[in-house]
């Protein structure tokens, strides 16, 4: 089956850094966009950044621009979302998903066709 699994999340400082990697399985992510997403506890879900499959078009939430990078290594199938300067605020369950198709488009919609089940980043003195 189609899989996306997060690892990396954990507790850090205001201020401190974190990298998280999704790893896919079961299909082919060069051709896929692909995003990360996050969830605060009591809030909606909301879009933090994405990639098109050609890799050629980024998009960033404004609560996390200059601070956050993502990159995609298809080789290894895996993507990452490079956390910076990270502030209490960016608390949340972060997850990633793939959305099919090819191109130079992406968004931060959440009609995504897969999803990971999510892995929690704490920022707290």
């Known amino acids: 089956q189609l899989q996306l699994v997060e690892s990396g999340g954990g507790l850090v400082q205001p201020g401190g850094s974190l990298r998280l990697s999704c790893a896919a399985s079961?299909?082919?992510?060069?051709?896929?966009?692909i995003g990360w997403f996050r969830q605060a506890p009591g809030k909606e879900r909301e879009g933090v950044s994405c990639?098109?499959?050609?890799?050629?078009?980024?998009n960033y939430a404004d609560s996390v621009k200059g601070r956050f990078t993502i990159s995609r290594d298809n080789a290894k199938s895996t993507v990452y979302l490079q956390m910076n300067s990270l502030k209490p605020e960016d608390t949340a369950v972060y997850y990633c998903?793939?959305?099919?198709?090819?191109?130079?488009?992406?968004?931060?919609?959440?009609?995504?066709?897969?999803w990971g089940k999510g892995t929690l980043v704490t920022v707290s003195s």
């Open positions: 079961g299909f082919t992510l060069d051709y896929y966009h």
């Open positions: 998903a793939a959305l099919g198709g090819i191109g130079d488009y992406c968004s931060l919609g959440l009609g995504m066709d897969y």
């Open positions: 990639m098109s499959s050609s890799g050629r078009t980024t």
